[in-house]
């Protein structure tokens, strides 16, 4: 079954501590990114990755890191993680580039930094 | 400036047809219309995009006005389980990361869809 899968899905952490929430897709698709989706503020992204060892930043990026050094993988790292990066997390990949608006996303993480 | 305007909520009956409108009056002509769906917190789901022909998948009709000002989402016997907040946006093909183009998806506010038995 063709899909996206992120792990934890919940998480609940303190201010500081490095946390590395995984995303991996089955597909072979090229292109991956990282959302955040917050109340009022619908949909950002993070970060996205056109293809391995290529990532570039999103509308959100500070406080975050990812890689790709595989195809099939692109973790999102939190270094020192902040209250303000509370928030629900969803990757999502895509053959791209035409096949952009058909992406495909993860069930997301829910994280509470405290 | 929303760029496209839908309903904030809409009402269905379990086994009719959903018609989910969106309009986009200012649309440029090499801009998509695509939709998603989000069900309560899970992650979006793709539906369908189109550009000016009407598209049809598994899932759901896209119909498009002729001056492309306007669509419907139709979903032909909805269910329960479409209950959902669904997004209507649009933007042109995506550019390749050298010009500009990030993959990125853009979702506005969305309408909520309710299905009722």
């Known amino acids: 079954e063709a899909q996206v899968t992120q792990n934890p899905r919940y998480l609940i952490t303190v201010t500081g501590k490095k946390l590395t929430v995984t995303c991996s897709q089955n597909?072979?698709?090229?292109?991956m990114s990282w959302y955040r989706q917050d109340p009022g503020l619908g949909l950002r992204q993070i970060y996205y990755?056109?293809?391995?060892?290529?990532?570039d930043k999103g509308d959100v990026p500070e406080g975050y890191k990812v890689s790709r050094k595989e195809k099939r993988n692109f973790p999102l790292i939190l270094e020192s993680p902040s209250p303000n990066q509370t928030s629900l997390y969803f990757c999502?990949?895509?053959?791209?580039?035409?096949?952009?608006?058909?992406?495909?996303f993860g069930p997301g993480t829910r994280l509470t930094v405290t | 400036d929303a760029k496209t305007t839908q309903p904030t909520s809409m009402d269905c009956a379990e086994g009719r047809a959903a018609n989910l409108p969106c309009n986009h009056s200012?649309?440029?002509?090499?801009?998509?219309v695509y939709w998603y769906r989000q069900i309560h917190s899970q992650g979006p789901q793709y539906i369908i995009h189109g550009l000016k022909n009407n598209e049809t998948n598994e899932m759901a009709s896209l119909i498009i006005t002729e001056d492309r000002k306007s669509s419907t989402l139709i979903l032909p016997h909805a269910t329960l389980r479409d209950t959902a907040v669904y997004y209507c946006n649009r933007a042109p093909l995506t550019e390749p990361r050298e010009q500009g183009g990030s993959e990125k998806l853009v979702f506005g506010k969305g309408m909520k869809l309710t299905v009722n038995p």
């Open positions: 999502a990949s895509s053959s791209g580039p035409r096949g952009v608006y058909e992406q495909y």
């Open positions: 200012t649309i440029s002509g090499n801009e998509y």
């Open positions: 990755s056109m293809n391995v060892e290529v990532t």
């Open positions: 597909m072979n698709h090229e292109y």
